[in-house]
T-cell receptor
Framework: AQSVTQPDIHITVSEGASLELRCNYS??????LFWYVQSPGQGLQLLLK??????LVQGIKGFEAEFKRSQSSFNLRKPSVHWSDAAEYFC???????????FGGGTRVLVKP | ETGVTQSPTHLIKTRGQQVTLRCSSQ?????VSWYQQALGQGPQFIFQ???????GRGNFPPRFSGLQFPNYSSELNVNALELDDSALYLC????????????????FGPGTRLLVL
């Protein structure tokens, strides 16, 4: 069965500083990987996705993620955080893009002025 | 392009009651998936509907049921509500050209927050 672990429950970062959110997955075959962001009281917005090809993927809002098969990881990064990036971030995996998503527990990001 | 919409936005029910949540999929999408997100947790897959048929189910009891209509909108029904059913219910739509398509991504609605007292 597939599973996703996000080791950091909370991360606090200063505005303008860089951000990295960790995601480790467990899945036997090549996974389809996603990062979603959820603002308080809102639904999930897709930031980026990896299906195949270049292991460094670019997303919206200046985010990028790198797929590392050897480490079973798909970490999310942003070079310079804005106050509006304060939200909860979820990593998810599926066996195909349209199939069920298995989510991690999420990482809540707080941005200090 | 019309996004995914859900109704109602909030709902309060008492234990033992039944509830129906609704979802309108994004224009051009033929698949709807439902997720339950308990407070402080990641979403959990309930089931998926493709062309009006259930196309996969998560670890939820039969009192969670669904429907998909010819216009691809969907309903989630929960019978005999329990306190633990209190959660944010998320609907996601996508487009499966065929059961083996691998090029579609799920887009989420804003959710319905259900409180069971």
């Amino acid at each position: 069965a597939q599973s996703v672990t996000q080791p950091d429950i909370h991360i606090t970062v200063s505005e303008g500083a860089s951000l990295e959110l960790r995601c480790n997955y467990s899945y036997g075959a090549t996974p389809y990987l996603f990062w979603y962001v959820q603002s308080p009281g809102q639904g999930l917005q897709l930031l980026l996705k990896y299906f195949s090809g270049d292991t460094l993927v670019q997303g919206i809002k200046g985010f990028e993620a790198e797929f590392k098969r050897s480490q079973s990881s798909f970490n999310l990064r942003k070079p310079s955080v804005h106050w509006s990036d304060a939200a909860e971030y979820f990593c998810a995996v599926s066996k195909a893009a349209g199939n069920k998503l298995t989510f991690g527990g999420g990482t809540r990001v707080l941005v200090k002025p | 392009e019309t996004g995914v919409t859900q109704s109602p936005t909030h709902l309060i029910k008492t234990r033992g009651q039944q509830v129906t949540l609704r979802c309108s999929s994004q224009s051009g999408h033929n698949t709807v998936s439902w997720y339950q997100q308990a407070l402080g947790q990641g979403p959990q897959f309930i089931f998926q509907y493709y062309r009006e048929e259930e196309n996969g189910r998560g670890n939820f009891p039969p009192r969670f049921s669904g429907l998909q209509f010819p216009n691809y909108s969907s309903e989630l029904n929960v019978n005999a509500l329990e306190l633990d059913d209190s959660a944010l219910y998320l609907c996601a739509s996508s487009s499966l050209a065929g059961l083996w398509s691998d090029q579609e991504t799920q887009y989420f609605g804003p959710g319905t927050r259900l409180l069971v007292l």
